[in-house]
C-alpha cells in the first residue's frame, strides 16, 4: 500500500452506476484506504443524502489530520484498543469544534468576522460521526479475534468508553417552534410574488418563472429541492385534474449541478390548483424559452446562466424578498412555506368536516411522508395555536355564563 500524506479531504465523485460518492484523498490527490472502506461499507448502504455523506466524512478528516498532527497512529490505537488517553480526548473534542473556515481566514492573514467554533448542534454531529468511524473499525477487528481471546472484555469496555466519552455532555439550544405566514403575511407574499405587481422586487424577464415556483412551494407544499428536480414529463396541465409528480432521482445523470438538489420524502402525485396551473403553463409557453439552454434540459426551471435553477439561487430569491419587501417576515424560508400549507391544509379538512385520521393520512400522502408519520404535528404551529385560543375563550365564556347564572 502507497504511504497515506496528510491531510486528507473529501471531493464528490460519481460513480460508474451513477451514484455520488463522498470520496477521501490525501495531499496527492489518492485514495485514503480507511475513510473509504467506512464510507462504502457502513454510509452508503444507507442511501443517505449526499450532504449527510459528506458532512461525516469531513468530520473522518478532520480525525485523521489530528491524530496525524500529533504523531498518532489511528490504525495501531483502533486495532490495539489503546484508543485515546483523557488528555487526547478533550483536544480531540476541542478540535472538533474548531470553524475550519474561520481558522483558514485566520492563516491567510484575512479578517473573519465569524465565530471561531462552529454550533453546538454541528460539534456533536462531528462527535458522533467520529464514534461511529471509529466503531466500526474497532468491531471489524474485534470481529477477528478468537472468541476464547482473553483481551475481549477489555476491548469492549474500552470501546463503551470511548463512545461515550467522545460525544460527552453537548447541550443544544432548542430551537424556536417555526409558524406559517399569517393571514396578513400571505395576502402581502401573494402580491409581491404576482407578476406585473408594482411591490414585486424581481426583473420583469424572471416574474413569471418565480411566480410558478413559489406557488408551487405555497399552493403543493413541496420542498425546495423537489421543485427545482421537477421535469416536463412529471407535469400533466391539460385536462380537468392537472397533476404534478415528485419523483426521488438520487444521482441523476442528466443533472449538471455540482450540488444536486436531493428529496427527503417520497414520490407522490399532487393536484393543481388551477391558478398553479396556469401560473406554470404562462411559464413554460412564454418566459422559459427565453432562458438559454432550455431546449436541451428536461428540467421545468431554468437560471438566466442557462442552467437548472440551483438551491442558492432559490435562497437569494427569498433573501430579495426579505429584504425589498417590507412586512416580509425577516426569517421567511420555504420551509414557512410548508408550514403555511400545512396550516391551510387543516383549515380546508376543518371546513370540509374530514375525520381527523382521513386528515392525517391525507396530509402524509401530500407532504411524502410515511402513513404513521406524526411529522403532521410539527408543521401546524400557527393553526394549533389558534384553535387553542379559541377553545380556551369558549371555555372562559362558558365559566363566565355559569358565574353569572
Known amino acids: 500500500m502507497?504511504?497515506?500524506?496528510?491531510?486528507?479531504?473529501?471531493?464528490?465523485?460519481?460513480?460508474?452506476?451513477?451514484?455520488?460518492?463522498?470520496f477521501t484523498v490525501d495531499s496527492q490527490e489518492l485514495p485514503v484506504d480507511w475513510p473509504n472502506l467506512y464510507c462504502v461499507a457502513h454510509l452508503r448502504p444507507t442511501?443517505?443524502?449526499l450532504r449527510t455523506m459528506e458532512t461525516h466524512m469531513h468530520a473522518?478528516?478532520?480525525?485523521?489530520?489530528?491524530?496525524?498532527?500529533?504523531?498518532i497512529d489511528l490504525r495501531q490505537r483502533i486495532e490495539s484498543f489503546e484508543l485515546f488517553s483523557r488528555e487526547e480526548l478533550a483536544a480531540l473534542r476541542t478540535e472538533l469544534r474548531v470553524?475550519?473556515?474561520?481558522?483558514?481566514?485566520?492563516?491567510?492573514?484575512?479578517?473573519?468576522?465569524?465565530?471561531?467554533?462552529?454550533s453546538a448542534s454541528v460539534w456533536r454531529a462531528r462527535c458522533t460521526a467520529i464514534r461511529d468511524y471509529v466503531a466500526f473499525h474497532a468491531d471489524n477487528t474485534l470481529g477477528r479475534m478468537s472468541a476464547r481471546d482473553s483481551r475481549i472484555a477489555e476491548a469492549r469496555l474500552r470501546l463503551a468508553d470511548f463512545k461515550e466519552a467522545v460525544v460527552g455532555e453537548i447541550r443544544i439550544r432548542k430551537q424556536t417552534t417555526r409558524e406559517g405566514l399569517s393571514d396578513t403575511d400571505?395576502?402581502?407574499?401573494l402580491k409581491a410574488i404576482t407578476p406585473g405587481d408594482p411591490s414585486n422586487p424581481f426583473r420583469p424577464a424572471h416574474q413569471e418563472r418565480n411566480y410558478a415556483l413559489w406557488l408551487l412551494y405555497y399552493d403543493a407544499g413541496v420542498r425546495k429541492s423537489e421543485a427545482l428536480i421537477v421535469k416536463g414529463k412529471d407535469l400533466d396541465l391539460n385536462g380537468d385534474?392537472?397533476?404534478?409528480?415528485?419523483?426521488?432521482?438520487?444521482?441523476?445523470?442528466e443533472d449538471p449541478r455540482k450540488n444536486t438538489p436531493k428529496t427527503k420524502t417520497l414520490a407522490r402525485p399532487l393536484p393543481l390548483t388551477p391558478r398553479l396551473a396556469r401560473a406554470l403553463n404562462n411559464y413554460i409557453t412564454r418566459s422559459r424559452r427565453t432562458f438559454p439552454g432550455v431546449k436541451k434540459s428536461p428540467y421545468v426551471f431554468f437560471s438566466q446562466q442557462g442552467k437548472p435553477l440551483s438551491g442558492s439561487t432559490v435562497t437569494y430569491m427569498y433573501r430579495q424578498l426579505r429584504e425589498k419587501v417590507p412586512g416580509i417576515p425577516a426569517k421567511?424560508?420555504?420551509?414557512?412555506?410548508?408550514?403555511?400549507?400545512?396550516?391551510?391544509?387543516?383549515?380546508?379538512?376543518?371546513?370540509?368536516?374530514?375525520?381527523?385520521?382521513?386528515?392525517?393520512?391525507?396530509?402524509?400522502?401530500?407532504?411524502?411522508?410515511?402513513?404513521?408519520?406524526?411529522?403532521?404535528d410539527h408543521y401546524q404551529g400557527r393553526r394549533i395555536r389558534?384553535?387553542?385560543?379559541?377553545?380556551?375563550?369558549?371555555?372562559?365564556?362558558?365559566?363566565?355564563?355559569?358565574?353569572?347564572?
Do not use: Y
Open 2 to 22: 502507497w504511504q497515506e500524506i496528510p491531510p486528507f479531504h473529501t471531493k464528490t465523485i460519481r460513480l460508474e452506476e451513477g451514484d455520488e460518492f463522498a
Open 47 to 49: 442511501t443517505m443524502a
Open 60 to 71: 473522518v478528516c478532520m480525525l485523521h489530520n489530528w491524530a496525524a498532527g500529533r504523531e
Open 99 to 118: 470553524n475550519l473556515n474561520h481558522r483558514a481566514r485566520q492563516m491567510e492573514g484575512k479578517n473573519s468576522r465569524g465565530k471561531s467554533v462552529v
Open 186 to 189: 400571505r395576502e402581502l407574499f
Open 241 to 253: 385534474a392537472p397533476m404534478v409528480t415528485v419523483h426521488r432521482r438520487p444521482d441523476d445523470r
Open 332 to 376: 421567511f424560508s420555504t420551509h414557512v412555506l410548508r408550514h403555511t400549507w400545512n396550516d391551510r391544509f387543516g383549515d380546508g379538512a376543518e371546513e370540509l368536516g374530514t375525520p381527523e385520521a382521513m386528515e392525517k393520512h391525507a396530509r402524509n400522502q401530500s407532504q411524502g411522508w410515511t402513513r404513521t408519520s406524526e411529522q403532521g
Open 386 to 405: 389558534r384553535r387553542a385560543r379559541t377553545i380556551m375563550l369558549k371555555m372562559q365564556d362558558k365559566s363566565t355564563r355559569e358565574v353569572e347564572e
